[in-house]
C-alpha cells in the first residue's frame, strides 16, 4: 500500500529468501536488525524463481509463501509480499527492490542478507543499482563468519558506506537441514515455528519424488522452471 503523501520517512528492513523452508535462523536475522535499526516493518518476500537455484527442485511457490505467512504471522512488525511470486520471471532483489520502493515511495529500504548470499553480491544482476534502492545489512551465519578474508576481499568492490555487518546469535539451521529432516521423517521441531511443522506434514513437503505417501498417493515437486 502507498504511503500518504507528508507521511514521515518509515525504515523498512527486506529479507529475501527462497524460505523452502522458513527457519529460525530467519526469524531471528530479520528481529536482530529490526532492533539495531530501528526498523518500522520487515517484509519477507519469497523468491519466484530463484535463477541460482536453479539446479535443484524447490517447493512450489505458494507453499513457500504460506510457510512464510503462517511464521511470520503472530509479530506485528513484519510482513510479507508476493511481489517475486507475482513476476513472471527468474527473481532478481533489483526488481524486487524496485517494486517494493514504488509501493513504499517514502520508506528507507534495508536489504538484509546472510553472510553466504552476500559473497556472491557482485555476481547478482545490475549489482551497482542495488545500493541506489536499499542500504544493505550483511548478518553472521555459522559457517559464514563476516571477518573472512574471501569475504572481505569481495565486498572491498563494494561502493563505500551502502553494507552495515551485523554479528547476530548463532542458529546453525539451514532449509536444507530442515527437508532433510522432515525426508527422513527426523524432527525438525523448535528448528523452525510449529505452524510450519504442521504445514511440512499437511502438504507432506520433502518427501521423495515418487515416493508413496501413508495414503498411497504419489508426491511429485514440480521442477523450478515451471510455473508455480
Ligand atoms: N541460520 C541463519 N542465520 C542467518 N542468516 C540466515 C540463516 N539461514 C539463512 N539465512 C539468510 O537468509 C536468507 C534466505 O536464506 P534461504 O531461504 O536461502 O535459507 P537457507 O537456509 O540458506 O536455505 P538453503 O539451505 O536451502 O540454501 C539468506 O540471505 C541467508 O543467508
Ligand atoms: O539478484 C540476484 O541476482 C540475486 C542472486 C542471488 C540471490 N539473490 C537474493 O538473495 C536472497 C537470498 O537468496 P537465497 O538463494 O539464499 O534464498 C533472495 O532474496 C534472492 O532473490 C539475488
Given at each position: 500500500?502507498?504511503?500518504?503523501?507528508?507521511?514521515?520517512?518509515r525504515r523498512v528492513g527486506v529479507m529475501g529468501g527462497?524460505?523452502?523452508?522458513?527457519?529460525?535462523?530467519h526469524l531471528?536475522a530479520a528481529s536482530e536488525v529490526a532492533d539495531r535499526f530501528g526498523l518500522d516493518e520487515v517484509i519477507f518476500v519469497?523468491?519466484?524463481?530463484?535463477?541460482?537455484?536453479?539446479?535443484?527442485?524447490?517447493?512450489?511457490?505458494?507453499?513457500?509463501?504460506?510457510?512464510?505467512?503462517?511464521?511470520t504471522?503472530?509479530n506485528?512488525r513484519f510482513a510479507v509480499s508476493?511481489?517475486?511470486?507475482?513476476?513472471?520471471?527468474?527473481?532478481?532483489?533489483?526488481?524486487?527492490l524496485?517494486?517494493l520502493?514504488?509501493?513504499h515511495?517514502?520508506a528507507e529500504l534495508y536489504f538484509i542478507t546472510?553472510?553466504?548470499?552476500?559473497?556472491?553480491?557482485?555476481?547478482?544482476?545490475?549489482?551497482?543499482?542495488?545500493?541506489?534502492?536499499a542500504r544493505f545489512v550483511?548478518v553472521?551465519?555459522?559457517?559464514?563468519?563476516?571477518?573472512?578474508?574471501?569475504?572481505?576481499?569481495?565486498?572491498?568492490?563494494?561502493?563505500?558506506?551502502?553494507?552495515t555487518?551485523v554479528?547476530?546469535?548463532?542458529?546453525?539451521?539451514?532449509?536444507?537441514?530442515?527437508?532433510?529432516?522432515?525426508?527422513?521423517?527426523?524432527?525438525?521441531?523448535?528448528?523452525?515455528?510449529?505452524?510450519?511443522?504442521?504445514?511440512?506434514?499437511?502438504?507432506?513437503?520433502?518427501?521423495?519424488?515418487?515416493?508413496?505417501?501413508?495414503?498411497?498417493?504419489?508426491?511429485?515437486?514440480?521442477?523450478?522452471?515451471?510455473?508455480?
Open positions: 500500500m502507498n504511503e500518504p503523501p507528508g507521511a514521515p520517512s527462497t524460505f523452502d523452508p522458513i527457519h529460525h535462523g531471528v519469497p523468491t519466484g524463481r530463484p535463477w541460482q537455484k536453479a539446479d535443484r527442485t524447490v517447493s512450489p511457490a505458494e507453499d513457500r509463501y504460506l510457510m512464510t505467512v503462517i511464521a504471522a503472530s506485528p508476493r511481489v517475486d511470486l507475482d513476476r513472471d520471471k527468474s527473481t532478481y532483489t533489483v526488481d524486487t524496485r517494486d520502493k514504488s509501493q515511495p517514502d546472510g553472510a553466504d548470499a552476500l559473497s556472491s553480491i557482485l555476481g547478482w544482476q545490475d549489482w551497482q543499482e542495488l545500493f541506489e534502492l550483511g553472521s551465519r555459522p559457517g559464514f563468519e563476516l571477518g573472512a578474508e574471501h569475504l572481505a576481499e569481495h565486498l572491498a568492490r563494494l561502493p563505500k558506506d551502502v553494507l555487518l554479528e547476530i546469535p548463532a542458529l546453525a539451521i539451514s532449509s536444507t537441514e530442515c527437508r532433510l529432516r522432515a525426508r527422513e521423517n527426523r524432527p525438525v521441531w523448535y528448528l523452525v515455528p510449529d505452524g510450519v511443522v504442521q504445514y511440512i506434514s499437511k502438504r507432506d513437503l520433502y518427501r521423495r519424488d515418487g515416493e508413496p505417501r501413508p495414503d498411497g498417493h504419489i508426491t511429485m515437486s514440480p521442477p523450478i522452471q515451471e510455473k508455480n
